[in-house]
């Protein structure tokens, strides 16, 4: 098979390793792709978000195969354009992928499905929602309605705090994404990621992951894209893990595929768990980053044979084969992430990082120039470790950046510190 892969991030990166793994991957190509994409498939310059683009590449390079990593071209509809020229791709049609777009949206499906999820209101006049939040219990989540790159949430402590975020959203701080506003109310528990792949009508769980969106020790400080997981969540027993799928995810895909817009590709449940009762706290149409760094790091190759069996609409011949085991990332960020960093700083030590089916170094935010890796993004590397518990998957983690010299770089010293106390 001749496989094109959408993205650059520490995702893409993982995904690359574990399909490149796969005896059915003959030829593996990737756009934009990154420095450590481009040691395992052949790297092109291309614009992910335009479907024609995409569709003339795969026509040009014979790719059978696209897999779509992150959520921009997604929206867009590029895996309608390619489906439409008649290529296999792994990822939700742009109206499936309004699960992620519109909060609003997925609120709507969440209501149909009778799926349990924050009590919600949507506003697309500003002091309709000003008056709203004066009336509701703080705190109180205030969501601007389409993608914005995670940044688009604010759990606001106070009534002013709402205000102003309010007001941030309809004054275009997060560009289209804030026409309208969505605010919920505040849920309590643990958080945790829940992955599921879909044909459209058959849907297997496909794990558990945590992950640390907080930059600081203790998750404390601003949210970033994430700072580390590891998988499976300790938080999502097998009891929730049941729940989650008859009361959450099989209601919504059978909504989505009695209204005409089957769902097909990665679900990611973002959760909130209280009393061992799951609540849904979003929906995204991709593998969350850096959860995805764990769950590629446990299934190995056959990723390759579940999403190409998602894409073919025969996951009902398909099973999962998890052992049992854990893995662990740390993320490697730019000093001053998720604010502003330098670029072009070189990282040295790679060479001497171990990689195989126990420890990785996933790159993200990362290019080669002059034979040097250099960092140019927020999140640079992923220092990923598996094992037979969660204790020996961050030991071997940790490892790997006593390995790495980047004085422009930081990460967590404390990923997984909540499970690894249990
Ligand atoms: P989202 O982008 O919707 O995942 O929101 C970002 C983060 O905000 C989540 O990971 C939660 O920590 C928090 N959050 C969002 N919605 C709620 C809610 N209704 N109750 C509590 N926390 C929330
Ligand atoms: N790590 C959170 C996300 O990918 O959305």
Redesign the pocket.
Known sequence: MNILLLGSGGREHSIAWAVAQNPACDNLMAAPGNAGISKIAKCANLDIADGDAVAGFCKGNAVDFVIIGPEGPLAAGVADRLRDAGISVFGPSASAARLESSKRFAKEICQIANAPTARYAHFNDRDAAREHVQNEAIPIVVKADGLAA?KGVVVANTVSEALAAIDDIFDGRFGDAGSEVVIEEFMTGQEASFFVICDGTNALPLGSAQ?HKRVGEGDIGPNT??MGAYSPAPAVTEDVSRKVMEEIVNPTLKVMHDRGTPYQGVLYAGLMIESGDPRLVEY?VRF????CQVLMMRLGAQALDLMHAVAEGRLNETRVNWADDHALTVVMAAKGYPGSYGKGSVIRGLKKCPEDNFNMVFHAGTKEENGKTVAYGGRVLNLTGRGSTLREAAARAYALAEHINWAEGFHRNDIGWRALGR
């Not at 969350?288 to 959860?291: A, I, K, L, S």
Request: glycine fraction near 44%.
């Open positions: 995670g992950d894209g994430g995204n969350g980053d850096p959860e």
